[in-house]
């Protein structure tokens, strides 16, 4: 069951960055896919991580560049969650407050809104794990995992998407 519902998660990925030729590398705890889109020869990459702790389901943190060269962070979490209430706790730090989080058409997807993607991406990049907690605001069910994220900087450098650290 668990390797079926990562797959779904991985295809739903790999669906919104529509490519086709998939070779993965680990670098400390992220794992980068490259494709080439088939038609433009544009290379694409995205990377991922899976939690190390958490809830009935494992969720997988995710970063790619989107088509018109935007960074998309998010969660594949397995639930059918719309509107989802995210929190989000670097480290041992305190929580950030709970914020409404875009989701895929299906809802098994949570994606940082624009608003907060700098931010969340500067912290990625100088902690050494986020816990994240996302909730279903009609009847409360929560999905959470623990994600290293050790290795930010370097899986990311090809990037071209990324803003850059403040």
């Known amino acids: ?29 992220w794992t980068q896919d490259t494709s080439t889109d088939v038609m433009t020869d544009v290379v694409k990459r995205m990377v991922y991580v899976r939690a190390s ?4 389901k494992e969720p997988m943190l995710f970063m790619k560049c989107d088509s018109d060269n935007s960074l998309v962070i998010g969660v594949g979490h397995g639930s059918r969650i719309k509107k989802p209430n995210v929190e989000v706790r670097f480290n041992d730090k305190s929580a950030w407050s709970k914020v409404q989080w875009w989701s895929s058409p299906s809802g098994s997807l949570a994606i940082v809104p624009d608003a907060y993607i700098e931010r969340f991406f500067n912290e990625l ?20 995992g623990k994600f290293c994220i050790s290795g930010t900087g370097m899986i990311i450098s090809n990037f071209t998407c990324c803003p850059r650290k403040k």
């Open 1 to 29: 069951m668990r390797n079926v519902f990562m797959f779904i998660v991985y295809f739903a990925i790999m669906l919104i960055g529509s490519a086709v030729a998939v070779n993965g590398q680990e670098v400390q705890c």
């Open 53 to 56: 702790d958490y809830s009935d």
């Open 125 to 144: 990049l100088s902690n050494q794990t986020v816990t994240i907690r996302i909730t279903d605001p009609l009847d409360g069910e929560t999905v959470w």
